[in-house]
């Protein structure tokens, strides 16, 4: 154990319970990760999106690994310094969802 | 040849004439593409020049392809409407770099 304030990967009780209340999110095949693919109707609402989500991010201090292509935006959630998901993702995930809706 | 106004894809004397140009954009390995990464000092960097982008491209009606990863943006242009390069992405390229530098 380290003596510095770490950021705790999800235990297997924390993943039972909150990953399958995250709607449409998926685990990603290879990585402690997960993913949603968002559709607007044009750039400027897929980039609108972001732009929330941006500020969201920002000020959790927690990014997502993002890409758009025109109308869609494809969002990968994992914690770098937890080596995998953390509570971090969950809540992410859940603000995410707020924007989108 | 269609009727409708069409997007021509770069001619081979437009492409040696116009892609050297283009410093530190690459032709992207498999498709008539081109690519460029970014980094900045962090995400608000980023995202920044991001939103700068953005708007240039909603204005020109050509969006990119693109990434990010905290500081980090990877961009792809293409032409989908022209199946490849076109003047549309050597416009947007040198824009984007304009925004950047």
Redesign the interface.
């Known amino acids: 154990m380290e003596a510095r304030m770490s950021i705790e990967k999800l235990t297997d009780a924390e993943r039972a319970e909150h990953l399958p209340a995250l709607t449409g999110w998926t685990v990603v095949d290879g990585r402690d990760a997960i993913a949603k693919s968002f559709k607007f109707s044009d750039?400027?609402g897929a980039?609108g999106f972001?732009?929330r989500v941006?500020l969201l991010?920002?000020k959790a201090d927690h990014?997502p690994?993002?890409?758009?292509?025109?109308n869609g935006v494809d969002i990968v959630l994992t914690t770098h310094d937890a080596d995998g998901l953390s509570m971090r993702d969950v809540k992410l995930a859940r603000a995410i969802d707020g924007v989108a809706a």
């Open positions: 750039f400027v980039f972001m732009s941006a991010a920002e990014h690994e993002w890409s758009n292509v025109y």
